[in-house]
DNA sequence: ACAATAGATAACTTAACGATTAACTATTGC
DNA sequence: GCAATAGTTAATCGTTAAGTTATCTATTGT
């Protein structure tokens, strides 16, 4: 239940952590079907489903007619707050880029 | 060169990283000021700067007062590009959360 | 030329990460 | 109840990544 900036950058890190993601962008899918679109091993996708879980980006639950399956789908307001970090970030920029080059040879005599 | 989200997205998953990426947002500054802000030693700041070079993120140049100092800045388009990516994710999105609950059951009977 | 400074590189250690095989827990169907 | 299925957890291995100390290069100042 994160949507932890940190969480979700560390999750989108790995390939396959942001292939699966591509993947459930087109609609959920259960476990073993993630997996296999992924070409990796079910217990491999499972720690980057659980990844995942603890990032907030996805969300899983149990389909009503089989117990035993498990439908992820993705999480929208997760990675809006990792966008909002980005965003966060260029909105600084503007006041950077105005004191762009009068800055660069500060501090010659800075020893602290 | 790269501006690949990739890479944008594994230099960010790094707290330390992040910290340099949050104090760059604010300024440019010199690459002994970065490490002693991010409590760090020189070494492995210079690990990060690279990396965070490779990814498209910072930019460096030499001081031309002091040949020996390498300033380090940031550039708005390579987080622009990971931020396109999250925003194409959003758009699929749209389209997900229509045809949300109709795919959960879905696929009871797909051996393969 | 010599000492000092700013950083980068080398070699090494340690910790984290990812994949695999095997065993385990539920759940469905006969 | 028993076999099969869906998925997770356990234990292990190999790889990668991060940090540290020491060394090296380049540049400035005297």
Partial sequence: ?????AAVFGA???PTRRHV???LSRGPRRAGEIAAAAGTSGPA???HL????????VTDERSPGDA???VFHLRPDS??????WLDQLQAHWDEQLR?????VTTSRRNPR
């Fill in 1 to 5: 239940m994160a949507t932890d900036v």
């Fill in 12 to 14: 989108l890190a790995d």
């Fill in 21 to 23: 993601v591509q993947l």
């Fill in 45 to 47: 996708m499972s720690r």
């Fill in 50 to 57: 659980r990844i995942l879980l603890a990032a907030g980006i």
């Fill in 68 to 70: 035993r399956v498990r």
């Fill in 79 to 84: 990675v809006a707050a990792a966008s909002a």
């Fill in 99 to 103: 004191s762009f080059q009068r800055h």
